[in-house]
């Protein structure tokens, strides 16, 4: 399948309302990527950071690379950075100091942080706990069920809601919409994971967001339109934008 031009997607994705769009890094060479279509497209923003697969990367040359990075203009995050105990492309001894670097560098440029949680709650909640406190804090595709989101959202953070809420075995992600309150959901895509149905199996685009925001709607018993502002409202808050 041939690669899309990345100038149709933002368009498309504007033709369905999504307006705003914020690219996110996994580690210097797809920074570079994302700050080149931040500079060419005005509603692309970027966040940068070293995923979690990527910790064993981030040496001190690339940390000090990546704190002059993140001065551009339109970078309004560190992301996605985090723990990832499911697959360990990187140990989760490294997955941890790369983590805790980052988030002091969010801190000493007052950045909100993104953040990748899979199989590793408590690790991960136990590092923001001691580490992220006084920064704006979401949890990008979250996976955790009730008792894990009440924690976040009583300790400020956000929760990131992508196409796996359309899916039919979500049933625990849909416990954790009817509980949570609005003011702490945002929408995003994972692109070109994840993609909501019906057009799973298809890479997903940021066009796609009307379709978890339906979904949402949905479950909250609430109108599109609601979710759309709420959550449209939440992400200016957060990334100052």
């Known amino acids: 399948m041939m690669r899309r031009e990345v100038k149709e997607v933002i368009e498309e994705a504007g033709r369905k309302g999504v307006t705003k769009i914020i690219t996110i890094g996994v580690d210097i060479e797809s920074g570079r990527e994302n700050i080149s279509y931040a500079e060419r497209f005005?509603?692309?923003?970027?966040?940068?950071?070293?995923?979690?697969?990527?910790?064993?990367k981030l040496k001190e040359e690339e940390?000090?690379?990546?704190?002059?990075?993140i001065a551009h203009p339109k970078n309004i995050a560190i992301g996605e950075i985090g723990l990832d105990y499911y697959y360990k492309h990187s140990s989760p001894e490294v997955q941890e100091i790369a983590f805790s670097k980052q988030i002091e560098l969010a801190h000493k440029c007052n950045l909100p942080i993104i953040v990748h949680d899979r199989e590793a709650h408590e690790e991960t909640m136990k590092i923001l706990a001691e580490k992220a406190q006084g920064r704006k804090v979401v949890l990008h595709c979250f996976s955790g069920d009730w008792h894990?989101?009440?924690?976040?959202v009583n300790k400020g953070f956000y929760l990131g809601i992508g196409g796996v809420v359309t899916f039919k075995n979500a049933r625990k992600l849909v416990q954790v919409l009817q509980e949570v309150s609005l003011d702490r959901i945002?929408?995003?895509?994972d692109a070109p994971f994840l993609t909501p149905h019906p057009f799973r199996g298809k890479p997903n685009e940021p066009k796609y967001i009307p379709l978890i925001a339906e979904k949402i709607a949905q479950i909250?018993?609430?109108?599109?339109?609601?979710?759309?502002?709420?959550?449209t409202e939440n992400a200016r808050l957060i990334f100052n934008i």
């Open 148 to 152: 894990l989101a009440k924690y976040c």
């Open 220 to 231: 909250k018993g609430e109108t599109v339109e609601k979710i759309a502002q709420i959550t």
């Open 63 to 69: 940390l000090s690379i990546l704190e002059k990075m």
């Open 186 to 189: 945002l929408l995003e895509t």
């Open 42 to 56: 005005n509603n692309v923003y970027t966040a940068l950071g070293f995923h979690p697969h990527e910790s064993k």
